[in-house]
């Protein structure tokens, strides 16, 4: 690992100004309906305006995206691409008295969607809203019928319940089915963090209802209050990897989301980054950050789509468009491919909405390199491996890069005044869409680079 010195030297790379030719260029192949710092954050597909913790699965040929809606019980939309979605309704339209008798808000949250064949589950959340009074819930469809996706649910009741005075929250469940067939969920909301429990397949409640065993996996201890939330995770390989939300959602722009990774070898953790750090002692591994208008982007899902690529749906704020009151920043669902490093761990992709940027058949040409999610800089790789950036006559020579088997190590050794920096290495897949890279400084932060031109 680098010293931190890393990300004050790429803060004065990308101090001067993007180049507006280049930078607008880029943003008109990606935006069609505004501006986006890095090309492709803003896309949104129709009708994915007021959607929170989006989860998604593919059914009968369809995709069924179930949501937090700010009222009523988890919204199904339905979409047979990425680019439009259809609002079909609510599973139920009065919801059980059970719950409505022990809460006052009125929004179910964080619908979660287990699939075992035909049956599918959601498991949702309810609670008075900034405290731990929280309640996990249980739906379940014996039949599902993706012609007739909102008939055939029945509420399974009670799951999980915490309380004042309790050292968790019962909100945002997360299940998986592990390789050994057991069932687990995922759950927590600041307090003491996210924690898993095994469920009873059969019933789709907690095993040993009377007294669960349960794991804390998951802590912010960098921040005031335990802020993360949001669990997800998904099974690659030997890994299962538990993403999760650090930070302040449900603010508009002034939302604090964004989104982590460590990995297990069970399902049931402990869950380690990427230097063996315990995300139960606060360890993680960058994922996606805000990059407007893409503010705060959480609470996401993960998913294995039918034709093997991994995609991680989640909302963001919007800061294009209005909200409500005084909180400008629209929810908005996104849907972004994950891209693995040769290590194993994910790095962002383009999401599918986004139109895709000029393809080449190498690297080298001009390109809009981004570190950390900041501001974006237009550099150019060059035929016989430098690293430049400036206009013609006045070019400046900033390092080299070179092909590593499935990496390129872009090597900084000069910032944008002149001076001698690093040497600082970044390594990135360049094989993805030939016109877009992503890959991680010595530090673990993101850098992604989206193409302008061709120059080969």
């Known amino acids: 690992m680098l010293t931190s010195t890393l990300t004050i030297a790429m803060a004065t790379l990308l101090s001067t100004p993007v180049s507006s030719a280049s930078l607008d260029s880029a943003v008109r192949n990606s935006e069609s309906d505004g501006w986006s710092v890095f090309p492709g954050d803003g896309a949104a597909s129709t009708e994915s305006g007021h959607v929170h913790d989006p989860t998604i699965v593919e059914i009968g040929g369809k995709r069924f995206c179930f949501s937090t809606s700010g009222d009523g019980f988890t919204v199904v939309r339905e979409s047979i691409d990425w680019a439009r979605w259809k609002t079909l309704g609510p599973i139920f339209k009065i919801e059980p008295k059970w719950l409505s008798d022990r809460y006052d808000h009125q929004s179910i949250w964080a619908p979660d969607v287990l699939v075992l064949g035909k049956k599918v589950r959601v498991y949702y959340s309810k609670s008075n809203f900034g405290t731990n009074k929280s309640v996990i819930g249980l739906a379940e469809n014996a039949s599902f019928d993706p012609n007739n996706p909102l008939v055939g649910w029945v509420d399974k009741g009670l799951v999980y319940e915490t309380k004042p005075g309790d050292d968790r929250n019962a909100i945002d469940a997360e299940t998986v089915v592990d390789e050994n067939g057991r069932h687990w969920m995922f759950f927590g909301s600041y307090w003491s963090g996210i924690h898993v429990a ?26 005031r209050g335990n802020p993360l939330e949001g669990a997800a995770v998904l099974k690659r390989g030997d890994y299962y990897y538990l993403f999760v939300s650090y930070g302040l959602a449900a603010q508009g722009v002034r939302s604090t989301y964004r989104i982590m990774v460590g990995r297990s070898k069970t399902a049931e953790g402990p869950f380690l980054d990427a230097s063996g750090k315990s995300m139960a002692d606060g360890g993680f591994v960058n994922v996606l950050k805000t990059s407007p208008p893409m503010m705060s982007p959480g609470h996401c899902d993960v998913l294995t789509l039918n034709d093997g690529r991994t995609v991680m749906p989640y909302h963001f704020y919007d800061a294009r468009k209005a909200w409500n009151g005084d909180n400008w920043g629209l929810p908005t669902l996104q849907v972004r491919e994950l891209i693995w490093n040769k290590d194993g761990w994910p790095i962002p992709g383009l999401p599918l909405e986004a139109s895709r940027p000029t393809r080449g058949s190498s690297l080298v040409g001009r390109w809009m390199h981004q570190v950390d999610f900041g501001q974006p800089e237009t550099i150019e790789l060059t035929e016989d491996g430098a690293i430049v950036a ?63 031109s061709v120059t080969e």
């Open 390 to 452: 400036g206009e013609e006559g006045k070019k400046l020579a900033l390092g080299t890069w070179k092909s590593e088997g499935s990496e390129v190590v872009l090597r900084w050794t000069t910032d944008r005044r002149g001076r001698a920096i690093g040497p600082f290495q970044d390594r990135i897949q360049s094989a993805y869409q030939n016109g877009y890279y992503a890959g991680r400084t010595g530090t673990g932060a993101v850098v992604r680079g989206y193409r302008v």
């Open 198 to 223: 095994e469920l009873d397949p059969v019933s789709g409640l907690l095993k040993n209802p009377a007294k669960p065993q349960i794991t804390c996996v998951a802590k912010n201890t960098g921040e």
